[in-house]
C-alpha cells in the first residue's frame, strides 16, 4: 500500500519511512510543498502523511489545493505547531487526523492504519473474509485459525486487495501499491497472485480478465 510522506527534515522523514517500510507500506517522500501538491494531485495513495511546516508551499495550502481539486486521499498532519486553533484550521482544511511532534511511532502507525481504514468503509484493524483474517497491527494472515507465512510482497498483496474487498482492482493499481516506483514486468503481479493462491487456495482472489483482481466479499 503506498504512502506519500511530505517531511523536509531528513532525520524525521528517514525514521518515519523505516517504520512505513517495515509496517508493509510502500514509501514515496516529497521534501517540499509544491512537489508534495503535485504528486498528490496526479498519483494515488492509501494515504498521505503530511508536516505542515514546509519550504516553497506551506502544508496547509497543499491540503486545501488538493481538496479543492476533488482530491479525497486521507491526510495525517504532523506539525510542531501545537495550539488549539492550528489543529482545528488543519481539520477544517481537510486533514483526517493530527499528530504533534515529538511523536511517538506506534501512534504514528495507529492513527495512520486508522484513517485509512475509514476511507475504506471498515472500522476495525482485524479484517476477515470469511475464514481468511488479517490482523493489520500484527502483521498476521491466518486461514482457518493457521497462520500463513507470506513474504512482504505477498503481504503486501493480500492486505491491499483486503482492504479493497469486493472491488476489482486493476493490475497496474496493484503493481503500484505492492511494487511502489520500481519498474516491474508485466507479468510480476500474476506470478505473485499465484504465490500467494498456493499458500490459501485459488477461490480467495479472482482475475477478472482484462480488468484486474478481485477479492470476494462472500467467496465461494
Known amino acids: 500500500m503506498r504512502i506519500l510522506l511530505v517531511e523536509d527534515d531528513d532525520r524525521i522523514a528517514g525514521d518515519v519511512a523505516h517504520a512505513l ?3 508493509g507500506y510502500v514509501v514515496q517522500r516529497a521534501k517540499d510543498g509544491e512537489d508534495a501538491w503535485f504528486l498528490g494531485d496526479t498519483e494515488d495513495y492509501v494515504a498521505v502523511v503530511l508536516d505542515l511546516g514546509l519550504p516553497r508551499m506551506d502544508g496547509l495550502a ?3 489545493r488538493w481538496r479543492e481539486n476533488g482530491r479525497t486521499t486521507p491526510v495525517l498532519v504532523l506539525t510542531a ?12 482544511a481537510g486533514a483526517d487526523d493530527y499528530l504533534a511532534k515529538p511523536f511517538r511511532m506506534e501512534e504514528l502507525l495507529a492513527r495512520l492504519r ?3 481504514r475509514r476511507s475504506a468503509g471498515h472500522a476495525s484493524s482485524i479484517a476477515s ?5 488479517l490482523d493489520e497491527r500484527a502483521m498476521k494472515l491466518s486461514l482457518g485459525g493457521a497462520p500463513v507465512d507470506l ?3 505477498e503481504y503486501r498483496l493480500v492486505a491491499y486487495l483486503m482492504l479493497r474487498r469486493g472491488r476489482v482492482v486493476p493490475q497496474q493499481e496493484l503493481l503500484e501499491n505492492v511494487y511502489g516506483q520500481d519498474e516491474q514486468s508485466s507479468n510480476a503481479i500474476e506470478v505473485l497472485v499465484g504465490r500467494v493462491r498456493r499458500k490459501i487456495g485459488g477461490k480467495w482472489i479472482e482475475t477478472r480478465r482484462g ?3 478481485l477479492m470476494p466479499e462472500n467467496p465461494g
Open 21 to 23: 517500510t517495515a509496517s
Open 62 to 64: 497543499v491540503l486545501k
Open 81 to 92: 505547531r501545537g495550539s488549539w486553533s492550528e489543529k482545528v484550521e488543519g481539520i477544517d
Open 114 to 116: 486508522s484513517i485509512i
Open 129 to 133: 473474509v470469511g475464514e481468511l483474517i
Open 151 to 153: 513474504s512482504p510482497l
Open 211 to 213: 480488468f484486474g483482481y
